[in-house]
């Protein structure tokens, strides 16, 4: 197996989606503009020729935004990988950050019949996955443990470049361990590295160090942490 420490992982933000430009956080499961489409477009092609031709696996938030930014911006990758015989992640443990509705993902069946995502694997989309409770509650603590899951996820991966789609209030605690409010642009592509191999990581963080930047496609845009209502508590 790859050492951690060797491994890429390129952190991807979802591009611009409705509540971005309206900020209007009441949309249920915020779908693309299309600006959002077209960003997601340019991030395919600004991507088509690097990480898409070497990534291994591809892992995506099961949030429409996240999804959708990864159907347009990374088909390559995954025609790739599904003809392989490795399909995409749908990971539910990527999903956003607070509890309000754009942040709140669809039912499993309405996602399932939905033809732009057809093909896709929504089995981890288990009973209470978008309860925002629990595991998934808009608390500190709780999305604290839940990006250190994440980390610890990605890191005991057999793979060595690992291309992830989500949203920017999880992508900061992920990278930062607390929502910094740090930029993050809509289809922006970061590539990061783990600090240590799991057996020196006394903690079981699995921090991720920043490397570079690969892609930018969009601006930065408010999340949903903005809104007070919104803020995940202590």
């Excluded at 959002?36 to 995506?60: F, H, M, P, W």
């Excluded at 990605?154 to 910094?180: C, K, Q, W």
Aim: charged share 25%; glycine share 6%.
């Amino acid at each position: 197996m790859v050492k951690a420490t060797e491994k890429r992982i390129y952190l991807t933000r979802h591009a611009q989606a409705e509540h971005n430009v309206a900020s209007d956080y009441s949309i249920p499961d915020a779908q693309l503009t299309k600006l959002g489409r077209q960003q997601s477009a340019a991030l395919y092609e600004a991507t088509k020729n690097t990480i898409q031709k070497t990534a291994e696996l591809l892992v995506s938030s099961a949030l429409r935004r996240p999804m959708s930014t990864m159907v347009v911006g990374y088909a390559d990758l995954r025609t790739r990988l599904e003809a392989e015989g490795q399909q995409v992640v749908i990971l539910p443990q990527l999903q956003e950050a607070n509890a309000l509705p754009c942040d709140t993902g669809s039912p499993r069946e309405v996602l399932e019949a939905d033809p732009e995502y057809a093909g896709l694997d929504f089995s981890a989309l288990t009973p209470g996955w978008n309860a925002n409770e629990g595991f998934y509650a808009a608390t500190v603590p709780a999305l604290q443990a839940r990006a250190r899951w994440c980390r610890a996820w990605l890191r005991a991966r057999p793979e060595r470049e690992i291309v992830v789609v989500a949203h920017a209030d999880i992508l900061r605690y992920m990278t930062e361990g607390f929502n910094s409010g740090a930029e993050w642009a809509n289809a922006e592509v970061r590539e990061y590295r783990f600090e240590k191999e799991a057996a020196e990581d006394a903690q079981g963080e699995a921090w991720l160090v920043r490397v570079r930047e690969v892609a930018k496609e969009g601006e930065e845009a408010p999340t949903s942490s903005e809104v007070t209502e919104g803020t995940p508590s202590e």
